[in-house]
């Protein structure tokens, strides 16, 4: 089955700078890289996804890339601001048709 | 447009108890699988259900069933709780079959808190 690293577990960026979460995984069939966004107490809330026909996609502040040859994907977060503190999970779909796996997380905390 | 719900929010089993936890998906969502969120973890994967068929399984032992019901919602049965099972338990949504390859996105409802003393 595939298998998701993520770093770094804990992240601390002033305010109004970048931060940047990774993960690599390890089957090179998959294809399908989602990021999920969870506060203290709540569901964990779809934030960006990319296929793998795309090396980059945007939505305003956060982006991610995706580097098949490597197995590894990104989030970049710009212009960070208080309300981006979460913990950030990266998934990648397990073999057959076993959902998705996860990263163990990332705790994103932003400094004013 | 309703998400996906699930019940009861919040509950409290003794050791060996029965628990059964419920879920209705997005309507026009026909996939829903069940993860398993351990506190500071990610989700692992339980099961998933599309179509009324169990379509895949995580590493979970049998005290672990689930189902899917003709109107696509589903039910997580959980057997002879153990302390280790005491988790926020997460239903997701789908168009369709979240199989490898196919990149349907899932979404989760405010999940299940069980907590077994």
């Known amino acids: 089955g595939e298998n998701v690293e993520q770093h770094p577990s804990t992240l601390s960026v002033q305010e109004g700078d970048s931060a940047v979460i990774k993960c690599t995984y390890s089957d090179s069939a998959s294809n399908y890289f989602p990021w999920y966004k969870q506060e203290l107490g709540k569901r964990p809330q779809l934030i960006i996804d990319i296929r793998s026909n795309v090396g980059e996609k945007k939505d305003q502040r956060i982006a991610v890339t995706l580097n098949k040859t490597a197995k590894h994907f990104s989030l970049h977060i710009t212009e960070t601001q208080p309300e981006d503190s979460a913990v950030y999970f990266c998934a990648a779909p397990s073999g057959g048709a076993d959902g998705l796996t996860f990263g163990k997380g990332t705790h994103l905390i932003i400094q004013p | 447009d309703a998400g996906v719900t699930q019940s009861p929010t919040h509950l409290i089993k003794t050791r060996g108890q029965q628990v059964t936890l419920r879920c209705s998906p997005i309507?026009?969502?026909?996939?829903v699988s069940w993860y398993q969120q351990v506190l500071g973890q990610g989700p692992q994967f339980i099961f998933q259900y599309y179509e009324k068929e169990e379509r895949g399984r995580g590493n979970f032992p049998d005290r672990f069933s689930a189902r899917q019901f003709p109107n696509y919602s589903s039910e997580l049965n959980v057997n002879a709780l153990l302390l280790g099972d005491s988790a926020l338990y997460l239903c997701?949504?789908?168009?369709?079959?979240?199989?490898f390859g196919t990149g349907n996105t899932i979404y989760f409802g405010e999940g299940s808190w069980l907590t077994v003393v």
């Open positions: 997701a949504s789908s168009l369709a079959s979240t199989g």
């Open positions: 309507s026009g969502h026909k996939s």
